[in-house]
């Protein structure tokens, strides 16, 4: 999602937003930032910048001052608790957050939007359930937010489009992983410098790795390092035409002249490329120009029917909107970069007579070769399947062949737990259906033009949803790292783990035979649950470099802030199915600027021990059989030595000729 995508001013090609956070004393934050101010109004006679404000008082003169200048206030809770999901006390962390909203509010004509989470710099902070049972709430008076800035972008040697220069330092060692506070801080991403939308309802706008504490706990306050890091930084973003979150403080970890000296050298080098923008116009330019004038969040807060995906398969992210207002797709066109717009067939909210906006139960998946998007909904008014062909959407009744009528992604405003999975990797997506009543896998057969049932279903005991439709803690996620979608489920009552066997093997066939654990919540092994039920279900729970983290005020007294288990924990005494030579190519992990093919496999080559190329290029190649007891299990003899040969020079070896057996 590039900023020209969403800015909507020709020539800009970047954004950077400045927010300084913990604002108390308006009065310090009036002496540090003035002269970056003075410095912004220099480029456009605009001073955008974003303070985040815990207790503040409202009629202090100061802050009208701010507006007219191009400020904007934002929320930081009112009390700044780091974390602010702790002592066992949720209700703790929802006053302080719809009080600091409701505060803010108060402020006359500011109009907060956005939030970032305390200590999100240092801590685990921002959890999932942050997210989903703060953000996309609305408070006692109704008031709600549309964006946070609390993830981190960390810009690694691992992307292939930024010269190695601006991700490493002289010691060949990565620039900015190093700012990285500790080896268990995971509320980051990498290398997407984009904003992105959590929950339908909330604009992600990622913050960029190093804020200044960061850096300070790195190597010492006002580093001149860390600035030419930063600068390294904005030259990478403007490269991936991304945005810049700067998170700062007015705490002497950073000066403000160190500040004004990368304003400077992002005016110097990249000039009109780079837009300065607070976050209120940051969030009206992603409204106004990537969603067509449509806010992810309707007037009352909830769904306004906007959804983001790739409709095209082209890697630039597109929208659907369909709602009361409006029905309309809209495909970005990079070579033009200009919005092309066309209708979308159907309401993806459903709207009570009381204003209470339900999800439509619209899925969407891959259901076509080319990879293009495509829908597939029922519910009590309409069924259909929709197929984007690149310009418009066509509806495909034969694809319902196969489909019972009973089937219904939502039955009025209760998700039934139908989803859309490519569990097999053919790139075609399956029907998922996973609730009390009805469990399912239906597969797309070409050759019958209809769905059948799947030779497999759901783990037993394993549903998406729960009888009254929420989230009953089912995860699709590839565990034992395969390339195969495997199921995690864990609730307040039970946990499990089953692994996709794509082949039959070992007495298992294809699907999620092989249970790795399961049992109840009171197991001393058990699953940390990823919903916990109740009014606020979700428990903070997500999966980064290869572990299930949860974060909440029940996990706060852990290392980290966090309750964690390993893959490796996850699977432990499961032995690893043998892997297909594709498999075993996927699973390994490169240094930076290395790149690994499949040269040979079986059964041209079987149990190598030793190899070595001759002057004609065909690889000699040891084997060894018999190890350790014999080919009979009692010592008979099986060593082998053959030849292979690429005959048809494409690279890979393609002929086996045994030369001593």
């Not at 909330?202 to 190597?219: F, G, K, N, R, T």
């Amino acid at each position: 999602m590039t900023t020209q995508q969403w800015v909507g001013e020709k020539g800009v090609e970047a954004v950077v937003t400045l927010g300084i956070d913990d604002m108390r004393d308006p009065k310090i934050y009036e002496s540090f930032c003035r002269p970056i101010l003075d410095r912004l109004k220099q480029i456009d006679g605009r001073a955008p910048l974003s303070i985040f404000c815990n207790t503040i008082t409202p009629s202090e003169p100061i802050l009208q001052q701010w507006l007219k200048e191009g400020l904007s206030v934002e929320v930081h809770t009112l009390t700044h608790p780091c974390p602010i999901l702790a002592k066992r006390n949720f209700t703790a962390a929802a006053n302080t957050y719809h009080g600091g909203v409701d505060l803010m509010n108060h402020i006359p004509d500011n109009h907060p939007v956005a939030f970032r989470t305390p200590c999100c710099d240092s801590q685990n902070t921002p959890s999932p359930r942050v997210f989903s049972e703060l953000l996309m709430l609305r408070n006692p008076a109704s008031q709600f937010l549309e964006m946070d800035s609390s993830v981190f972008n960390i810009f690694t040697q691992a992307d292939s489009t930024l010269p190695a220069a601006l991700v490493t330092d002289s010691d060949g060692k990565p620039k900015f992983e190093k700012y990285v506070p500790f080896d268990s801080y995971v509320v980051t991403i990498e290398n997407y410098p984009y904003p992105y939308a959590i929950g339908r309802r909330i604009w992600e706008m990622p913050c960029m790795v190093p804020s200044d504490w960061e850096a300070q706990h790195l190597h010492g306050s006002s580093n001149p390092v860390t600035v030419e890091d930063w600068k390294d930084a904005i030259d990478a973003t403007v490269l991936k035409q991304g945005v810049f979150n700067f998170v700062f403080h007015p705490h002497g970890w950073i000066k403000n002249t160190q500040l004004i000296e990368w304003i400077d050298h992002i005016t110097a080098k990249h000039g009109s490329k780079v837009k300065f923008l607070n976050f209120r116009e940051a969030r009206e330019r992603l409204t106004n120009n990537f969603l067509g004038g449509q806010a992810l969040r309707a007037a009352n807060g909830q769904d306004n029917g906007v959804r983001l995906l790739d409709l095209n398969n082209d890697g630039f992210m597109d929208a659907v909107i369909g709602n009361e207002q409006l029905r309309q797709t809209r495909v970005w066109d990079p070579l033009a970069k200009r919005w092309k717009t066309t209708t979308f067939p159907v309401q993806l909210v459903q709207i009570a007579t009381d204003g209470t906006r339900t999800d439509a139960g619209i899925r969407f998946g891959i259901l076509q070769p080319s990879g293009n998007a495509s829908f597939f909904i029922s519910n009590n008014h309409e069924k259909g399947i929709w197929h984007f062909d690149g310009e418009t959407w066509i509806e495909d009744p034969s694809m319902l062949r196969g489909l019972s009528q009973a089937l219904k992604t939502v039955d009025t405003t209760r998700d039934n737990g139908v989803r859309l999975r490519d569990t097999d990797n053919d790139g075609i997506c399956e029907i998922i259906v996973g609730n009390p009543d009805t469990q399912a896998v239906l597969k797309w057969v070409p050759a019958g033009k209809q769905w059948q049932p799947a030779t497999f279903n759901l783990p037993p005991g394993v549903t998406i949803v729960r009888q009254d439709g929420s989230d009953n803690g089912t995860r699709f996620v590839d565990i034992n790292e395969d390339g195969f979608l495997d199921v995690i489920q864990s609730n307040e009552s039970r946990y499990s783990l089953n692994i996709y066997i794509p082949q039959p093997i070992d007495g298992w066939n294809i699907g999620w035979p092989r249970e790795v654990m399961a049992g109840p919540r009171s197991d001393s092994n058990a699953i940390p649950m990823i919903v916990r039920g109740g009014a606020h279900n979700n428990n903070g729970a997500w999966f980064h470099s290869r572990h299930l983290w949860i974060q909440n005020e029940d996990t706060a007294h852990l290392p980290n802030l966090v309750d964690r288990r390993s893959y490796d924990n996850l699977l432990r005494g499961v032995l690893p199915l043998p892997k297909s030579p594709q498999e075993s190519l996927r699973s390994m992990k490169l240094l930076p600027g290395y790149q690994i093919e499949l040269m040979v496999a079986e059964p041209l080559v079987e149990d190598p021990v030793a190899f070595d190329w001759d002057a004609e290029g065909r690889l000699w190649v040891a084997e060894m059989a018999d190890y350790p007891l014999g080919l009979d299990g009692k010592g008979q003899h099986g060593g082998r030595v053959r030849w292979l040969e690429d005959r048809d020079d494409d690279g890979r070896y393609d002929h086996s000729t045994i030369f001593l057996d």
